[in-house]
């Protein structure tokens, strides 16, 4: 299967600074990224969508001011987490949709590894 | 109301009996259904995806889905230690947006 790579796996920080969570198509090119946050013992809940080359689209209560999203590339997306604050811990998970003609089509969605992002 | 709800669990079965989940959802005009399943601090992982009526099989895993009662559900055969995991009934809702459920958590006993 393809693969999703995010980086950093884990990150520990200051209240009030801000940290960038990268997350990589390995194997394909992906038109769409999609943002989630999972709080512990909670579901996945959709934070954004990120279309490479144009703004992101971003869910209901989410603030874009604070949840940077970058899609500069058909290979990269980043989400920057800015003046991060304790309730801001939480696991963050991308998936990449591949573009339409590729090895993969574009029927599937295929998840990074997650990262963890603990304020202190 | 919840878009997709399952219940939480948890739920125990013993070594090589079938474990069953369910699922309901909100949107009557949702198209494909997936079950991934979540190990404690990993990232989801894509069991089984259907979009018909009727039953999906592969391997020991196998989905159902009745579109009319909105209904999709998942068995596993032959219950693992391994299979203890979370797992995750998801909606598309629209353009590869997925809507997901709480998630019931299966704990299979040797």
């Known amino acids: 299967g393809a693969v999703v790579s995010q980086h950093p796996s884990w990150v520990i920080c200051k209240s009030g600074t801000s940290v960038k969570i990268e997350c990589r198509s390995l194997?394909?090119?992906?038109?769409?990224m999609f943002w989630y946050r999972q709080f512990p013992k909670q579901s996945l809940m959709l934070m954004a969508t990120s279309n490479e080359g144009s703004k992101a689209t971003y869910e209901q209560g989410v603030e874009k001011d604070k949840f940077l999203i970058n899609h500069a590339s058909l290979t990269l997306s980043t989400l920057t987490v800015t003046s991060a604050h304790p309730e801001d811990s939480s696991f963050y998970i991308c998936?990449?949709?591949?573009?339409?003609?590729?090895?993969f089509g574009s029927g599937e969605l295929f998840f990074g590894e997650g990262s963890r992002l603990t304020v202190l | 109301q919840k878009e997709v709800e399952q219940n939480s669990g948890p739920l125990s079965v013993p070594e090589g009996a079938i474990a069953s989940l369910n699922c309901t959802y909100s949107d009557r005009g949702s198209q494909s259904f997936f079950w991934y399943r979540q190990y404690s601090g990993k990232s989801p992982e894509l069991i089984m995806f259907?979009?018909?009526?009727g039953d999906k099989e592969d391997g020991r895993f196998t989905a159902q889905l009745n579109k009319a009662s909105q209904y999709v559900s998942l068995l596993i055969r032959d219950s693992q230690p391994s299979d203890s995991a979370t797992y995750l009934c998801a909606v598309n809702i629209n353009d590869y947006k997925l809507s997901f459920g709480a998630g019931t958590t299966v704990t299979v006993r040797a």
């Open positions: 998936s990449a949709r591949p573009a339409a003609g590729g090895v």
């Open positions: 194997d394909f090119q992906a038109t769409t």
């Open positions: 259907i979009y018909s009526n």
